[in-house]
Nanobody, 125 residues
Framework: VQLQASGGGLVQAGDSLRLSCAAS????????MAWFRQVPGKKREFVAN????????YYADSVKGRFTILRDNAKLTVYLQMNSLKPEDTAVYYC???????????????????WGQGTQVTVSS
């Protein structure tokens, strides 16, 4: 499985940005996907996850109501729509895939098996 994240950039507070993560392999549609983010010197932080069939999503409190995770199984792609961005959202954003059954409770870095390379999001005040 290979994951390729894209869509990061430099934006101003209040702006929107949409990240994409393209996956290879037929397993994409069977497994849950997630987005994490990391700032230098800190642990990778859970942002959101989504079930294989898109019926269930879960968000960190810090992004709830502003971010939306979406997936298109036909395109093997998961998205993170980020609205009302804040300077504290500045980080490198990573997409991840977990093999096995879905649970919104899987929010730790160690629980995901495949990772994209990360895309930088910088929000200026």
């Amino acid at each position: 499985v290979q994951l390729q994240a894209s869509g990061g950039g430099l934006v101003q507070a209040g702006d929107s940005l949409r990240l994409s993560c393209a996956a290879s392999g037929r397993t994409f549609r069977n497994y849950q996907m997630a987005w994490f983010r990391q700032v230098p010197g800190k642990k990778r932080e859970f942002v959101a996850n989504i079930s294989p069939d898109s019926t269930t999503t879960y968000y960190a409190d810090s992004v709830k109501g502003r971010f939306t995770i979406l997936r298109d199984n036909a395109k093997l792609t998961v998205y993170l729509q980020m609205n009302s961005l804040k300077p504290e959202d500045t980080a490198v954003y990573y997409c991840a895939q977990r093999s096995g059954s879905y649970s919104f409770g899987y929010q730790r870095e160690s629980e995901y098996h495949y990772w994209g390379q990360g895309t930088q999001v910088t929000v200026s005040s």
